[in-house]
């Protein structure tokens, strides 16, 4: 295991993402995930694992898992939104704060901050190729960072946790010069970047998987949490010349299992190594309900780290 690096999964791998569905219980994921070898996970959408949190610490303890993190989307661009976010995100950060001391003494869990993607049609429509005449407007920008400043600052005011912002495909900040501009815009004592590889590699709207490292590079004083996710040229090539939507390109399989795609894990590994990133690496091929044989790519996602980058 390469400098105490430590690999988790998440629900999405199994088709529950974000509010497009549910495809299996909790249970049966959780059991999944660690009969293909991973020792952490994140909750998922709220109420997909237990909210009570006896129940998730037990469905933790009897498994011998860390919870990770917790994702919650919001329309930060609208300011009437903020509220009704802020409520959601301490709501999974003091759920998470409940269970921050099962498993690895030498983490806590992140609050996964993020737009609420798919939500406004250009970025929906046109994910995977973002041009700048689609970005936010300077006034946008102001509305956009503050809301998560707020947000990141009231989650370590209430429960002590630190919070880390999710680039993500078919939100406001999912090309390189979009992450670049959040960054630069809030306060690195209570924000960080989650770094997910492919999403970030869908969103240059190009194939290039050096680009990843050149970004890993770039953003590393930010650089708090992984995801590794791989990201199929041949699908989206198809997806950017055919026009399709974010969510038809995750339904060819954009993410495709690791190894398939253009991200060279054993560079990035290595470049983390290099970078003296230590901790968890969450693994995540975000498929839709029905889509493949999660547990079968959960253990080839398993054993191509293992091959190729020793972790």
């Known amino acids: 295991m390469k400098k105490n690096i ?3 999964n998440a629900p999405c791998s199994w088709g529950t993402i974000e509010g497009w569905g549910q495809s299996i219980s909790y249970s049966q994921m959780l059991d999944e995930l660690v009969a293909t070898g991973y020792t952490g996970t994140e909750l998922g959408d709220y109420g997909f694992m237990p909210t009570d949190s006896a129940a998730l610490r037990k469905a933790l303890i009897s498994r011998n898992l860390t919870m990770l993190g917790a994702y919650e989307g919001v329309y930060f661009r609208d300011s009437s939104c903020h509220a009704l976010g802020l409520e959601k995100i301490l709501r999974n950060a003091k759920l998470l704060k409940s269970v921050a001391d099962i498993g690895d003494a030498n983490t806590q869990p992140f609050v996964v901050i993020a737009d609420e993607h798919s939500r406004d049609a250009p970025r929906f429509e046109r994910a995977g190729r973002i041009s700048k005449d689609l970005s936010l407007s300077a006034a946008d920008w102001t509305i956009f960072a503050r809301g998560v400043d707020q947000a990141a600052k009231a989650v ?5 946790l630190r919070s ?3 680039h993500h495909c078919g939100g406001y900040v999912e090309a390189p010069w979009e ?14 970047l989650v770094f997910d590889t492919g999403h970030f590699l869908y969103g ?5 998987g050096d680009l990843v490292l050149a970004a890993l590079e770039n953003f590393q004083s930010r650089l708090w949490y992984v995801h590794f996710k791989d990201c199929s040229p041949t699908v989206a090539t198809h997806a950017r010349a055919q026009g399709l939507n974010y969510k038809e390109a995750i339904g060819q399989g954009v993410f495709c299992e690791l190894g398939q795609g253009s991200v060279d894990f054993a560079a990035v590994t290595n470049k983390l190594e290099q970078l003296n990133y230590s901790g968890w690496i969450c693994v995540e091929q975000d498929v839709l309900p029905g889509m493949g044989e999660p547990k079968v790519s959960a253990k080839n ?7 190729v980058a020793g972790i």
Do not use: C, P, W
């Open 204 to 208: 240059t709207g190009m194939n290039d």
């Open 301 to 307: 996602n398993r054993d191509h780290l293992a091959k």
């Open 179 to 192: 992450i670049e501009e959040l960054l630069a815009r809030t306060d690195s004592r209570y924000l960080g």
């Open 164 to 166: 880390v912002f999710h």
């Open 6 to 8: 430590q690999l988790a």
């Open 156 to 160: 370590h005011d209430e429960t002590g």
